[in-house]
């Protein structure tokens, strides 16, 4: 827990001791039933259990002990004291496995029991881990169809689901319905849970059909055999209560008031009896009579009976209060609707008590940013207000107005029509605000005077004695960023270009994250667990070299070595925009510590996402349960322009998919691009539109506010399901006196006297490039408190896990230098000759799954199209990959005219050349599935960027006695076939066209002609090759060649020379049988026995008639269109 949350909750401890809360009036069912003595007994008795129990496990632990162990955890962990339920619960699980051995029943137990509690905290990838391992060894030991092994996999399923991956926990689910139906028949009561479980995926899974039909006969099958009084009979009928509610409000939006009664009455009927079984048999304080209550009420508040729906609230309030506890976050939600419900009745003053607690309560555990946290604040502010109190509603209504508009967070979680309601909620939420602003206007300005007295921490917390003592630190932060912003102002001014604005408008929110939040060692940039800072918005790079700088960050060479070094030097930051500066007009990736190469917007944000996947698969493939090597989040800092490409939706709609939690976005609304104002070229609603990636979307209203961000982050980290975009509004140049606001200040540097005037409101001396000690050591002394200490924890975590694990650990080593694992190649095999063949994606697509087998960390995507592409396709990151020098590979299929029917939008006969034009990548294209087997040898080793080129289309695979070896691809170009002597014609081709090559080249040596016919699968390759090579393939002495490529000539030119010819595309291609197209366009042998009768001529064709050939492409295209008949 960080301590501002400690400091936080106890500010709220001790606010409620001074306004008496133990004595607080009481709301009436309260009361009744006394203030929970139960739980507070039965928590100083589990005190003394665990004492007493721990001091047996040192000594002498017996399965008795450990599982009493096992027991506390689960009973703290259902009155929500989940961490210590935790501990305790690893407690059992490493002190059964090691008394008993890790095969052991108890330790299995342990460790389901484990697994449980990680999930109840909401931690389901470590779920996850103990309830698989607990599987896989019951599984081994008692067989796959034991009643202990299917309750592994019923929640190994369970966990699979809460982690989003849906199609797996569905299945399993489904197995094991199916292995309990086999072995134990369909009316058993393993069975009926399993089908139970079932009905519940489908339900949330978009199946309510099914899912009705499953609840239902879970329920008539219970009924027979347990009877009413049954817990399982009752959760049967509460499930088939919540289908027909379901149903009721499905019937609602089709206006079918009939059936929704009808729904209605059935959902009444089922949860009366619910609710009487369950307080007869079960209690009123057991879970499920409470869940059975709580839908009562609400479903008499949907149907506007209050007086019912408030008793039946009042009565789960109470037992929820015995039960769990006041604190639980189960009994403030239910406080809060008994709230509504007091509310509609005009019992405002016991609504105000409820909200009050509620309020309390949830700030105290989900922070006073979080969506329903803000709900409840508005409500105790609503009912403030009509109980005369303004003064005290007044903060409350400025808090949600300057964090609520964009947490319209009304659907429950799960439920159908989520995003409908979280948008319609969102939009309405708006127009409440909207009214309120208005309202308070109207407000006795008395009492607007009044209120700005307050904060909302003084109105929680009461006045805080803490507050002076902050004081002192918050000028330090002040100083930090003044630094900040003088640093950018006045590096753009001595380059005479950059943009000062954002970095002026930003410097708090980076503080704020970099000083409170970020776990990142400055001495050690490297550290591998880190979190990710990535600066999106390139232009602002000055932030980001100041950040650096401030923050003492170390230089750390390419090969991953700590100089000792200052990364960014002050002297670096003079010399900003010059040539050969660290410090560039946009961040590149280097020794500087630059996370990510910047500038082109959106692609920083897009590239974010990634880097949280990456996060996410390391620690699902090394984390150990006691060992949680990796978990570090991702920061990404986009403005609007980042918000306005097309890529950064497409990126956060995948963040959304991925339940990415460890992906926080801090979106700039400045409302400035370059020219202007945002409204005139955006109206859509941003925030919105994330609610609808499914993300979590918080605001906060003013750019400055260092402690409203620093709640901002803390409430993204404990978001648990979705990745979080915090909306800050801010001001652009902030603090200029003529230049905040507007958009010179994006990219012009602000002048000199703006610069003096500015500093002076910032109260910052006018000295160039001041950076003082206090400010540098504040800021470093932060984080190296917290990045540093954890960097530390981290590398001793890692020695033990070198000892634990040393499989693992070497395989951690060897990816980190970059390393492959020994034989990497052992499952790729050669393909025998085959004249039919297979398309280059097909051979490409079994190499690359062969060489994933012997290579863990190969990790590849492909959006939905693997079907159709085999792998993936996608161009618009590659020039960051080439400049950042990251070996990925961009794999593109459907080469070129040989696609065929699907015609010239399909057929990219541009794309070749222009991937060849980019610096540092290397482009393979293959001619059979022989040459991708040794393209894949060769490009995994290879620490550049790749881009490989499929066919789309079958090629036929070579007989390699015939021609020579496809290992020759590991030099980029070979002699496939040749003649005796000096060849006085060469013939070069790629892909494709190789294979028509070969036919012009056997008609061409049955005329005598000493031909040679050369693969050139990667140009780039060949080039780097010694000249004795290069000369060996392509003598200078024989001038006479042709290339061809069903592809623009343009990269040929060096190899072909002013006297050789290109067969290639002129104009874009057209539809139609691929055999056909690519005749049409001049593929055929004749015509490259043509063009090579000319270039042996010494006259080939000339230049102007490929523009010609253009020409006469686009005048036939005009002569169509003015065959069109005329309207
Ligand atoms: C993909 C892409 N398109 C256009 C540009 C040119 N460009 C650089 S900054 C900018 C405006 C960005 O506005 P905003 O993100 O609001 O930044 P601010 O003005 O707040 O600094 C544009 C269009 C670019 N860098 N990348």
């Not at 501002?4 to 009744?32: E, M």
């Not at 005479?496 to 409170?516: D, E, F, I, K, Q």
């Not at 620690?619 to 097309?646: I, R, T, W």
């Amino acid at each position: 827990m960080g301590t501002w949350t400690a400091h936080f909750i106890q500010r709220i401890l001790d606010a409620r001791r001074r306004n008496g809360a133990g004595n607080a009036k009481t709301l009436p069912s309260v009361t009744q039933t006394g203030a929970n003595p139960g739980t507070r007994g039965e928590s100083k008795e589990t005190e003394h259990g665990e004492a007493m129990h721990r001091r047996e496990l040192g000594t002498n632990p017996t399965p008795k002990t450990l599982q009493s162990v096992g027991r506390m955890a689960a009973m703290r962990n259902q009155s929500g004291q989940h961490y210590e339920a935790v501990l305790l619960a690893q407690e059992a699980f490493l002190g059964s496995r090691k008394a008993f051995g890790e095969q052991a029943p108890h330790t299995l137990d342990a460790l389901s029991n484990l697994g449980s509690v990680w999930k109840a905290q909401g931690e389901h990838e470590e779920a996850e881990k103990c309830f698989r391992g607990a599987f896989k060894l019951r599984h081994d030991k008692l067989g796959p169809n034991h009643p202990d092994t299917l309750t592994s996999l019923n929640n190994l399923a369970s966990a699979l689901d809460s982690l989003g991956r849906a199609a797996e926990a569905g299945r399993l689910y489904q197995e094991c319905l199916e292995r309990r139906c086999n072995t134990l028949g369909s009316s058993h009561p393993d069975t009926l849970t399993s089908a139970g479980n079932m009905a519940l995926y489908l339900r949330t899974h978009g199946q309510p059909a099914k899912a009705r039909e499953l609840f239902e006969q879970v329920l008539v099958g219970r009924r027979k055999i347990f009877g009413v009084r049954h817990m399982d009979t009752i959760i049967s009928m509460n499930n088939c209560a919540s289908v027909a509610m379901d149903n009721a409000e499905e019937c609602r939006r089709k206006c079918d008031p009939r059936e929704e009664t009808r729904q209605q009455h059935k959902a009444e009927a089922l949860l009366k009896e619910a609710v009487v079984a369950g307080s007869n048999y079960l209690g009123t304080r057991h879970p499920v009579t409470l869940r059975a209550m709580n839908n009562l009420a609400g479903l008499h508040k949907d149907r506007g009976q209050l007086d019912k729906a408030k008793l039946m609230y009042e009565k789960a309030v109470a037992g929820l209060r015995a039960a769990q506890g006041d604190k639980h976050l189960d009994t403030l939600t239910c406080i809060n609707n008994l709230g509504g419900v007091l509310r509609s009745l005009g019992e405002v003053d016991d609504a105000e008590e409820c909200y009050k607690e509620a309020s309390i309560g949830i700030v105290e555990k989900l922070g006073d940013l979080h969506p329903t946290s803000l709900s409840t604040l508005y409500n105790w502010a609503l009912t403030l207000d009509e109980l005369g109190d303004s003064a005290s509603a007044l903060p409350l209504y400025l808090h949600e107005l300057d964090h609520g508009p964009f947490t319209g967070e009304c659907g429950s979680k799960g439920s159908r029509g989520r995003s409908k309601r979280f948008v319609f909620g969102f939009r309405f939420i708006q127009t409440k605000k909207a009214n309120h602003r208005a309202g308070l206007s109207s407000h006795a300005t008395h009492a607007m005077a009044e209120a700005k007295m307050l904060t909302i921490e003084d109105l929680i917390f009461g006045p805080s004695k803490e507050r002076k003592s902050e004081e002192k630190t918050r000028k330090r932060d002040e100083l930090v960023i003044s630094c900040l912003r003088s640093l950018a102002m006045d590096a753009v001014q001595q380059a005479n270009s950059g943009h000062p604005g954002t970095p002026m408008a930003m410097a708090p929110v980076a503080y704020s994250l970099w000083a409170r939040v970020l776990n990142y060692d400055p001495e050690c940039p490297h550290w591998m667990n880190r979190d990710r800072f990535v600066l999106s918005m390139g232009h602002a790079s000055m932030l980001l070299y100041g950040l650096l700088h401030v923050a003492g960050v170390k230089e750390v060479t390419q090969d991953g070595l700590l100089t000792g070094k200052m990364a960014v030097a002050l002297e670096d930051i003079k010399s900003f925009r010059q040539f050969g500066s660290k410090c560039p007009g946009h961040p590149e990736v280097g020794e500087t510590g630059v996370e990510m190469t910047t500038g082109p917007l959106g692609q920083g944000v897009a590239t974010s996402v990634g880097m949280a996947i990456a996060s996410k698969w390391l620690a699902s493939n090394f984390n150990k349960p006691d060992l949680p090597l990796f978990g570090f989040d991702v920061f990404a800092l986009a403005g609007d322009g980042c918000m306005q490409e097309g890529v950064s939706g497409e990126a956060a709609s995948l963040a959304g998919h991925l339940k990415l939690n460890n992906l926080c976005w801090i979106w700039d609304n400045n409302q400035i691009t370059i020219e202007g104002n945002t409204a005139w070229a955006i109206s859509e609603d941003i925030a919105t539109r994330f609610v609808a990636y499914g993300w979590n979307v918080l605001r906060v209203g003013d750019a400055n506010d260092v402690e409203a961000l620093t709640r901002a982050f803390l409430s993204f980290r404990r978001e648990q399901d979705r990745p979080t975009l915090i909306v800050v509004d801010s001001h652009i140049a902030w603090g200029a006196p003529t230049m905040q606001d507007s958009f010179h200040a994006h990219g012009t540097p602000l002048g000199e006297k703006e610069v003096a005037a500015t500093k002076h409101i910032y109260n910052w001396p006018d000295e160039k490039f001041l950076v003082p000690e206090e400010v540098v050591g504040h800021f470093r002394q932060q984080m190296l408190e917290r990045g540093g200490a954890k960097r530390q924890h981290w590398e001793q975590m890692l020695a033990t896990y070198r000892v634990q694990y040393p499989q693992e650990g070497a395989l951690l080593q060897a990816m980190l230098d970059g390393q492959l694992p020994q034989d990497w190649d052992r499952f790729c095999q050669a393909f025998p000759a085959d004249a039919k063949g297979l398309a280059t994606r097909q051979s490409s697509s079994a190499c690359l799954n062969s060489v994933a087998k012997g290579l863990p960390w190969l990790i590849g995507g492909s959006a939905d199209l693997a079907s159709s592409c085999l792998t993936d396709y996608m161009r618009p990151p590659i020039r960051m990959a080439a400049l950042m020098e990251v070996p990925s590979v961009f794999v593109f299929t459907h080469d070129s005219i040989g696609v065929g029917e699907d015609g010239p939008t399909h057929q990219p006969v541009e794309q070749l050349c222009s991937l060849r034009s980019i610096p540092g990548l290397f482009v393979f294209r293959p001619c059979d599935a022989n040459e991708c087997l040794e393209m894949w040898k060769a490009v995994v080793p290879m620490k550049d960027p790749v881009a490989v080129v499929l066919s789309r289309q079958a090629l036929p695979t070579l007989d390699r006695e015939k021609f020579a070896s496809a290992s020759g691809l590991h030099r980029g170009g070979y002699v496939l076939a040749d003649s005796e002597g000096m060849p006085n014609l060469i013939l070069m081709a790629t892909g494709s066209e190789v294979h028509l090559m070969l036919q012009a080249h056997e008609v061409l040596a049955g005329r005598g002609i000493k031909v040679r016919s050369v693969s050139m699968p990667c140009m780039e390759l060949f080039k780097t090759q010694p000249q004795d090579y290069i000369d060996s393939v392509l003598p200078r002495a024989c001038r006479a060649r042709v290339s061809l490529e069903a592809g623009r000539s343009d990269s040929w030119g060096a190899l072909i020379g002013l006297d050789g010819e290109h067969v290639g595309m002129i104009s874009f291609g057209a539809s139609g049988p691929g055999k056909r197209v690519q005749e049409e366009y001049g593929f055929t042998v004749d015509a490259v026995v043509m063009a090579a009768a000319r270039v042996m001529r010494g006259t080939p064709q000339e230049m102007s008639s490929r523009a010609q050939s253009l020409l006469s492409w686009k005048k036939r295209r005009l002569s169509s269109y003015h065959r069109l008949p005329s309207l």
